[in-house]
C-alpha cells in the first residue's frame, strides 16, 4: 500500500534526485520546461503508451508524489482520471486511495513541478514521449527499458514475483490482448435462418461478430417460457454481453440487435398507454361520486408502464419497479457503458446486485420508504447489451472480484481497418426496413410462447451433456495452470452461457422458413400448445416442436461451444487490461506463443522473446508438462483440448 502524503515531508525532498537516462548519473528531475519540447495533448498521447504496454511508472513513492503534481499543475481537474490510469498498473493499486492523494496534490501544489517531470519518468520507464509524429497517435510505442539504479526514497511494494513481468514481458502480453480471434466462418454458415440473414448484411468478420452478440442477447430476452434445467436448478436464455474497443473502431453496428426486440418494445408501450387512458376514464368517473359513494368504491389502481428495454441510467427503484411491471423481466440495451458507470457511482442508482442475481434467476426486494412500498422481484430474467471502451468496462466493474465481471459473455477487439467509404452500402437494401421486419418475425414468436400453458423444456442429449462437461473441465484445468484461481468463476459461468446460447439457437429453428430438424421427445402426451401457433404465420408448420422437452441439435450444440470457445480469449483479454491485473497471464502468453511441437531450443526462443529468463521458462514447462503437454525423449507436443 501507499504511504499516506505527508505535506511536511513532501517539502523538504521535492528536490530529491533522482536517476537520469544512464545509469551511473544521477541529477534532479527537470521541473521547468527545459527537457523536452511541448505538443498539443502531448499527455494523453504519452498516457495511451503506458496503457497500451502496462507500464508501471511509478514503483517509488516519490515518483509517484511528483507525478501527481505534475499533472495537477498542468491540467488541474482534469488530471486527476489521467493520474488514475498511470497509477493502475502498481500491484497494490487502491482506487480510494490515488483518488485521495490527488485531492492533497491539487490541494496543495508548490507551482514548481510541472509536467516534463511526467515526462521524464515516463522516459526512464522505457515510454517512448515524442509525440511528434502524427503516427505515434495511433499506434503506440515502447522502447527497451533502460537498465537503470534502483530510485532511492519512500519504496512501493517491490515487484519481484517471476510471474510479474516487466519491460518487454509486457509487450508480450499487450500484444495478446489486442489480437483477439474472430468467430470462425462455419459459425454463421451453422446459424439459424433469421440470424444467417441478418449477418450477411454485413462486411468483415469483426461487424458480423459484433452484430452476432449484440443480437444473442437481446433475442434471449425474447422468449418466455422456454427454460432447461443446469446443475438443478431452471435456466431461461437471458445473457449478458459486454462489447468493448476503443473509441471509433465499429461496435455501432450492435444497433442494429436492438430491432430484434423493438417491436416488443413497442407493443408494451402501447398497451401501457391504453391501460394510462382507461385509468384516466375511470379515475375521472370515481372522483365525480360521492364521499359516501367512494367509501364502498375501490379506487382505480394506477397502471404500472412497461417496457421491454428498461433505462440504464435508472435509478434503483425506478429499475426495480420497472422489472416487476414487466413480469420480472426485460432487456437492458446501452450503446454508452458509461451511462450505467454513472448511475452505479450515485447513491440512488447503484442496482448492481440486482443485476448480479438476475444473471442466476435470485429473487430480491427493496423497500421505499417514501411511499411505504415494498417491492418483491421474484426469479428476475434480465438480458443485458453494453458496449463501450476499456476504461468503461473498469468503470463498472473496477476488480474482477465484485462477480459481475464473471457474468458477462466479452467480445473485446481494435478495429485496424482503413477508412471505409461511407457512401457504399454493403448490401443494397434499407437496412431500418430489413431489421424492422425481422423484429416482427420475433414478436411473432415471443407472442406464441407468452401464450404457452406451460413451459418448454430445453435439454442436451445425453452424449452432449458428457462432451460438454469434458469441454469445461478441461478448459478450467487450463486456466488455473496458466492464470491462477481469478478466472474460475468465469469458466465456470461460461457454462452456464453455453447452455443458454444453444437454447437460443434451438428456439429460433421454430420459425418457418428454417429447415434444421429439432429432435423432440413427447412422451406420448398430447400437444397442448398447439393452439398457441395457428395465427403466427411465420412459425413453422411443424409446430410440435414446442412440446417439451426440446432436444437441441448437435448444430446447434456445437455452435454454441464454438461460439463461447472463441470468447473465452476475449474474456481473458478484458481481464488482463482490468486495473492490478495488467501484468499478469506471463504464463498464458509463453504457452500461447509455443508451437504445436518444439524442442528445448524451440521454447527457450519463445521464452526470450518474451523476456523470460531460461530458469523460469524451464518452470513453466514442467509445469504444463501435467496436463497440456506430451513429452518424449526432448519433443514436447501441446494436448489438443
Known sequence: MKADFD?????????ISCVTQSSTTKGSVPTGTDLVPRFTNDTEIVIGRIEATHTDITPDYNDWL???FALSDEHGEAGRDYFHKVSRFYPNYSFSQCDKQFDKCLNTNDKKTHINTFFY?????GIDIDCSDPSSRVAPLVKERPTVE???GASRAEIGSEDKPTGSEAVGIDRMVFKTPQLPAEVYRQLPEILRESCELFEGGIEKDVFLIASLAVISGCLPNIEGTYFEENYTAHLYAFITAPAGSGKGKMKWAKYFGQTIHNEMLEQTYRERADYESELE??????????????????PRKRMFYIPANSSSSAFTQALAANNYSGVIFETEADTLSVTFKQDWGNFSDVLRKAFHHESTSMFRRKDNEYIEIREPHLGIVLSGTPNQVHHIMPEVENGLFSRFLYYAFIDLSEFKNPFISHQPINYTAFFTEKGKIIFELYQCLQKLTTPVRFKLTDEQGLRFTEHFKAMLTKNKMLLGNDLD???????????????????????KKDTEQVTIDNQGKEDQNLTALNENSHLLSNTHLLNSPLI???????????????LEKHAIAVYQNMPNYGLKGIRLAFYEGLPDKFDRQGYLEVAAKLGINPKTAEKYINLFRTKLLNHEHNEYTKIAK
Not at 519518468?121 to 520507464?125: K, P
Not at 368517473?285 to 394506477?302: A, H, W
Not at 437441441?552 to 472463441?566: N, V
Open 66 to 68: 511528483k507525478i501527481g
Open 552 to 566: 437441441c441439435s448437435d448444430r446447434d450444440y456445437e455452435t454454441a461451444i464454438t461460439i463461447t470457445t472463441t
Open 285 to 302: 368517473r370515481y372522483e365525480t361520486l360521492t364521499k359516501p359513494q367512494k367509501q364502498d368504491t375501490v379506487r382505480p389502481p394506477e
Open 150 to 152: 534502483k530510485p532511492t
Open 489 to 511: 468463476a468465469n469458466i465456470k459461468r461460461l457454462g452456464i452461457i453455453t447452455f443458454r446460447i444453444a437454447m437460443i439457437l434451438t428456439a429460433l429453428r421454430i420459425i
Open 121 to 125: 519518468l515516463a522516459q526512464q520507464a
Open 7 to 15: 505535506i511536511n515531508y513532501w517539502l523538504q525532498t521535492r528536490d
